[in-house]
């Protein structure tokens, strides 16, 4: 029985100092991590985070509809909403420029049409004087 006791402390005490040394890690884990980047010359550009993205978007959906939203919470709508006009207005725009080429394409051929008609119309019509007007033509 001594022995049972004596082995159940110590694997709680194992387990208990496993838990210490993650949790100190944690609390410096960022000045490790900046450090362990400092020294391999590679920054990424944005911090590590402890917690996983879908979880902290979990957590920040977990808030209350009529609890009021921190600041940094409105400035992330916002940017997302800015982002969001930003390309709905970028999508328009290349749209009304499509749709502008094609419509000055179609008047270009339309008016080389016309050009055309009215050069054959002209040719056809020609009565040997020029400028030819209907009031120079000769009738019989």
Same mark, same amino acid.
């Given at each position: 029985?001594?022995?049972?006791?004596?082995?159940?402390?110590?694997?709680?005490?194992?387990?208990?100092?496993?838990?210490?040394?993650?949790?100190a890690?944690?609390s410096?884990?960022?000045?490790?991590?900046?450090?362990?980047?400092?020294?391999?010359g /590679?920054?990424?550009?944005?911090?590590?985070?402890?917690?996983? /993205?879908?979880?902290?978007?979990?957590?920040?959906k977990?808030?209350?509809k009529?609890?009021?939203r921190?600041?940094? /919470?409105?400035?992330?709508?916002?940017?997302?909403?800015?982002?969001?006009?930003?390309?709905?207005? /970028?999508?328009?725009?290349?749209?009304?420029?499509?749709f502008?080429n094609?419509?000055?394409e179609?008047?270009?051929?339309?008016?080389?049409?016309?050009?055309?008609?009215?050069?054959?119309?002209?040719?056809w019509?020609y009565?040997?004087?020029?400028?030819?007007?209907?009031?120079?033509?000769?009738?019989?």
């Amino acid at each position: 029985m001594a022995w049972r006791q004596l082995f159940l402390i110590c694997l709680a005490a194992i387990a208990l100092l496993s838990m210490l040394r993650e949790g100190a890690a944690v609390s410096v884990g960022m000045r490790q991590v900046a450090g362990q980047e400092a020294q391999d010359g /590679e920054y990424r550009g944005r911090p590590r985070m402890f917690m996983q /993205e879908s979880d902290a978007l979990n957590f920040l959906k977990k808030r209350s509809k009529r609890s009021p939203r921190s600041q940094d /919470e409105v400035n992330v709508e916002n940017r997302q909403k800015l982002r969001a006009d930003e390309l709905r207005r /970028e999508y328009h725009e290349e749209q009304r420029n499509e749709f502008e080429n094609f419509v000055e394409e179609q008047n270009d051929e339309q008016e080389e049409r016309s050009r055309e008609a009215i050069e054959q119309w002209r040719q056809w019509h020609y009565d040997g004087l020029y400028p030819s007007y209907l009031y120079n033509r000769h009738h019989i």
